[in-house]
């Protein structure tokens, strides 16, 4: 969705408590949130829970969402800190690592560019994308499905943009290499 979509949204629920821009909110984001607070929590039902809390805490704050400089960073900040939370409070002493994290990814297709990409490519695609380091699985997933930049995915995880863009490196030429073709060479004589 559009970052002036969402700002339209926002300001429908902080200045007319718009319960269809608020639902139109929930449904952007739902999937994309629990999917990434499942993947702190490993419990989809305590993700579910979260991510309705988060949107409690959204309809709650309505008034001053127009406040909130990037709201696309911000709901998911908001997620992560509830997730560590529960995790926190259902592991207690437990210490928490982005290595850790079960990630589980939606389509990668999400354009008509990638949607003729054939079955076994998409395939080839897949198993490099599973076949990644966790962290860079979750970096990888957070940029290319969930919108983040690369900026707004280094806040978020707390870690160095160097890192996030060392990450995605990793991940462009993992994939890269499994989607290699081996075409035959041919002469020109």
Not at 60 to 81: M, P, S
Not at 143 to 154: F, N, P, T, V, W
């Amino acid at each position: 969705m559009a970052v002036e979509t969402i700002k339209r949204l926002i300001s429908q629920i902080a200045l007319y408590d718009d319960a269809i821009a608020y639902r139109e909110l929930f449904i952007t984001y739902h999937q994309k949130l629990v999917s990434f607070s499942a993947s702190i929590t490993r419990n989809i039902p305590s993700a579910e829970e979260i991510v309705s809390d988060v949107f409690m805490k959204i309809w709650l704050q309505r008034n001053t969402l127009t406040a909130i400089a990037n709201f696309h960073l911000y709901i998911y900040v908001v997620t992560k800190n509830l997730s560590i939370n529960r995790l926190l409070k259902d592991r207690k002493q437990r210490s928490f690592s982005l290595d850790e994290m079960e990630v589980e990814l939606g389509s990668v297709h999400l354009n008509p560019e990638m949607m003729m990409i054939t079955a076994e490519m998409n395939l080839r695609i897949q198993q490099a994308i599973h076949s990644l380091p966790s962290r860079c699985r979750l970096i990888f997933k957070l940029i290319k499905e969930d919108g983040l930049s690369y900026r707004e995915a280094s806040e978020l995880l707390e870690l160095s943009l160097k890192t996030i863009e060392n990450q995605m490196t990793i991940a462009f030429k993992k994939i890269g290499e499994s989607i290699r073709l081996d075409l035959p060479k041919h002469s020109l004589n």
